[in-house]
């Protein structure tokens, strides 16, 4: 008979069977305040920028006045922007309006050597790199899982799928994996959508071949929860079920939860 350790929390048992892990992650808030923060202002910064390109491109090309009309038009509808899709929406506008302000630079080549003009081409692409680095907490969330670890026996490499990503309700969330060194990178979320408010995130995946055999013993080991994440976790579960061959005479199962070693039981088998 063997002796099956299922050791939960920050590490919990995997078997040579598919483990389903239920990691239901409540209160995402996202780093939102922050982030926004951050981005609004920037933004800030960018319309004044945009203001002092104006003004510069006037002084060499005045009869361009259609041109300084819509980036004017473009800049004041996104300052007057309410939520962070409304915003959205205006500053893909107000881009759009910039383009064809810098065409019309591309005529005049006293303007492209203007130093003053270079500057403030250089203060915009780099406002704009730190709102694409604040944009990335208002999009999803990003998760590594472990894939690939080295032990004393040798090196391990688990077998590892997503079955779905979605809210309390089960609506899907779109999602992107990727593998990244001795990680699966899983990135949750739409580019062209902002994240808001608290929300929920369920990801049901498997897992397969990380089970460590003893003699006495086989033994489950896995992190539920994983480390280095930007969001708060207010609730964590975790299902491992046997394949349907074996029989409930055949095992006798323990589960532990806790950290390394610990004898907490903060769970049931059966």
Same mark, same amino acid.
């Given at each position: 008979m063997y002796v099956f350790l299922f050791i939960l929390a920050i590490i919990v048992a995997?078997?040579?069977?598919? !483990?389903?892990?239920?990691?239901?992650?409540?209160?995402?808030?996202?780093?939102?305040?922050?982030? *926004? %923060?951050?981005?609004? !202002?920037?933004?800030?910064r960018r319309y004044?920028?945009?203001?002092?390109?104006?003004?510069?491109?006037?002084?060499?090309?005045?009869?361009?006045? %259609?041109?300084?009309?819509?980036?004017?038009?473009?800049?004041? !509808?996104?300052?007057?922007?309410g939520n962070p899709a409304e915003r959205a929406e205006a500053e893909s506008g107000l881009t759009s309006t910039l383009k064809t302000l810098f065409a019309v630079a591309e005529n005049y080549p006293e303007l492209k050597a203007n130093q003053n003009f270079l500057s403030l081409q250089d203060d915009l692409e780099e406002t704009e790199n730190k709102i694409e680095s604040s944009r990335r907490y208002y999009n999803g969330v990003v998760r590594d899982i472990p894939i690939r670890y080295k032990t004393e026996e040798g090196i391990y490499k688990l077998d590892f799928r997503v079955l779905s990503v979605v809210n309390e309700t089960g609506s899907k969330y779109r999602y992107d994996t990727?593998?990244?060194?001795?990680?699966? %990178?899983?990135?949750?979320?739409?580019?062209?959508?902002?994240?808001?408010?608290?929300?929920?995130?369920?990801?049901? &995946?498997?897992m397969s071949g990380a089970l460590n055999y003893?003699?006495?013993?086989?033994?489950? &080991? *896995?992190?539920?929860?994983?480390?280095? *994440?930007?969001?708060?976790?207010?609730?964590? %579960?975790?299902? !491992?079920?046997?394949?349907q061959k074996v029989k409930s005479g055949d095992i006798k199962l323990t589960c532990y939860t806790g950290k390394v070693k610990s004898q907490e039981k903060n769970c049931e088998s059966e």
């Open positions: 995997i078997g040579a069977f598919i !483990v389903g892990i239920y990691n239901r992650l409540v209160g995402s808030n996202i780093k939102v305040d922050a982030a *926004w %923060s951050d981005i609004d !202002v920037q933004l800030k004044d920028l945009i203001g002092n390109l104006v003004e510069t491109v006037k002084g060499y090309a005045s009869h361009e006045k %259609s041109v300084f009309e819509e980036v004017t038009k473009a800049r004041s !509808v996104a300052m007057g922007a990727s593998t990244k060194g001795d990680f699966i %990178s899983i990135k949750i979320g739409d580019p062209d959508i902002y994240v808001t408010g608290k929300n929920i995130y369920i990801i049901t &995946y498997e003893f003699d006495e013993h086989d033994e489950l &080991y *896995w992190n539920v929860t994983g480390n280095n *994440w930007l969001v708060n976790i207010n609730n964590a %579960s975790c299902k !491992v079920t046997l394949p």
